[in-house]
């Protein structure tokens, strides 16, 4: 069986003609309330007939708004169901409930996929700065150990250095030695020289005092 699909102008209409309404009575409930007091004044009370002109009287427009909004809502009801698209079955409303709510669905899912993206695109830069940190310290090590390779390789060189240097000065001292030695020698063969040159002139003199 077939169901009118009522529109959401026409309860929005009623639903401002009830409000109307109820404005309408509190309008109506004030009125009578100021007649009472006015009357009160003098020991009297209002009649029937003075309570229904008045209330009439400050609040016919406000009724007449209520019922014409009222109106307006039955009429478009009324045209609409001459629609025959206007009614639809049970099946055909769960349908179109369900096609209404599947865009949210895949709104929800979409928006899951994109936090389970962002997740992911986390986990993976956190990874990845993991491996940046890893290979930094991998990279410091290794220089760490290559300055202390180059370190050891220039304590060899100095001492290998040093070692020729000894070999040099204790194969140099010998030779100051023999120079020396010679030097001696020579100084000694000039001094004798000396002496016989020496003995020599000495010799002559002694010749000539005897003469």
């Known amino acids: ?25 509190v ?6 309330r100021t007649i009472d007091e006015y009357y009160a004044q003098y020991g009297m009370t209002g009649t029937f007939t003075e309570y229904v002109t008045y209330i009439f009287q400050n609040g016919f427009g406000t009724l007449v708004n209520a019922i014409m909004i009222f109106m307006a809502g039955l009429i478009y009801d009324a045209v ?32 899951a996929a994109d936090a389970k993206d962002i997740v992911e695109f986390d986990k993976a830069e956190e990874a ?3 491996s940046a940190e890893a290979a930094d310290e991998n990279a ?11 370190a050891v ?17 204790e194969a140099a001292e010998p ?13 000694g063969e000039v001094l004798d020289e000396e002496l016989e040159d020496a003995g020599k002139v000495a010799g002559g003199t002694a010749a000539a005092d005897m003469l």
């Open 1 to 25: 069986m077939k169901k009118f699909r009522r529109s959401p102008i026409t309860i929005a209409c009623y639903v401002i003609a009830a409000l109307i309404v109820v404005y309408f009575c």
């Open 27 to 32: 309008t109506a409930v004030s009125t009578i």
């Open 80 to 111: 609409r169901k001459l629609d025959p698209n206007n009614w639809k079955t049970d099946e055909e409303l769960a349908e179109e409930k369900a096609a209404k709510k599947l865009p949210k669905d895949a709104s929800a899912a979409a928006a």
């Open 128 to 130: 990845a700065e993991e």
């Open 140 to 150: 410091e090590v290794v220089e760490a150990a290559a300055v202390e390779e180059a």
């Open 153 to 169: 390789e220039e304590v060899e060189a100095v001492e290998e250095a040093a070692e020729e240097v000894e070999e040099v000065v």
């Open 175 to 187: 030779a100051e030695e023999t120079a020396e030695a010679e030097e001696a020698a020579e100084a």
